[in-house]
């Protein structure tokens, strides 16, 4: 089945520096959601790229998506604690299929 | 707040008992999804259900059923119950789309935290 795979499993940063989580599929995906889930919380919903190279800004994180669409990142620029928590992608191979959930990458900033 | 209910926040029990997650989707949202997250596994898709019926299923063991009653709340039911089970449940629902299967984002409730002792 559809696997969705994202690197690294785990990211330790100081407040300030840039952190880049990486997402892949074995297979085309029709679209891409990125959720964050701080400690303790739940998984919130952050944005979804549909297109082929898209790219979505919101502040200081930055969203791509592949131009084979198997692909996608998000990149945050100058990290804060805020920022702590673990950030999952979810791919939809199509119609018919539901989201699958990466495994995620849990990010610490120290301040 | 997200508008999912999940109730209980917390269940302790033991091995071989049954128990019942329940999930109340936002206002209008015809879709919910149950998952399992435990620390190893990430967030596992269980089942979905739509309207009533179930539209999709993941990694959910045979020991394990949902429903979607007509009020749109959904449980879900956890039997035989083995130390591996024990995990956080979330439930999510969707956005009423064009199809069961549109794009619109998923609302996750606060989870229930299932330990089995």
């Known amino acids: 089945g559809q696997q969705v795979m994202q690197i690294p499993q785990y990211q330790h940063v100081q407040e300030g520096e840039d952190f880049t989580t990486y997402c892949n599929s074995s297979?085309?995906?029709?679209?891409i959601q990125w959720y964050k889930q701080r400690p303790g919380g739940h998984p919130v919903f952050l944005i979804q790229?549909?297109?082929?190279?898209e790219v979505k800004k919101q502040k200081r994180l930055t969203f791509q998506f592949g131009e084979a669409k198997k692909n996608s990142s998000l990149h945050i620029t100058a990290t804060q604690t805020t920022d702590v928590g673990t950030y999952f992608c979810a791919g939809r191979r199509g119609s018919g299929y539901a989201l699958n959930f990466g495994k995620g990458t849990s990010l610490l900033v120290t301040p | 707040d997200s508008g999912v209910t999940q109730t209980p926040k917390h269940l302790i029990t033991a091995t071989g008992q049954r128990v019942t997650l329940r999930c109340s989707p936002r206002s209008g949202d015809l879709s919910v999804y149950w998952y399992q997250q435990s620390l190893d596994q990430g967030l596992q898709f269980l089942i979905q259900y739509y309207n009533g019926e179930e539209r999709a299923k993941g990694n959910i063991l045979e020991r394990f059923s949902a429903q979607q009653f007509p009020d749109l709340h959904s449980e879900l039911n956890l039997s035989s119950l083995e130390l591996g089970d024990s995990a956080l449940y979330f439930c999510?629902?969707?956005?009423?789309?064009?199809?069961?299967?549109?794009?619109?984002?998923?609302?996750f409730g606060d989870g229930t935290r299932l330990s089995i002792l």
């Open positions: 297979t085309t995906l029709s679209n």
């Open positions: 999510a629902s969707r956005g009423r789309g064009a199809t069961p299967y549109s794009n619109q984002p998923q609302h």
């Open positions: 790229l549909v297109k082929s190279g």
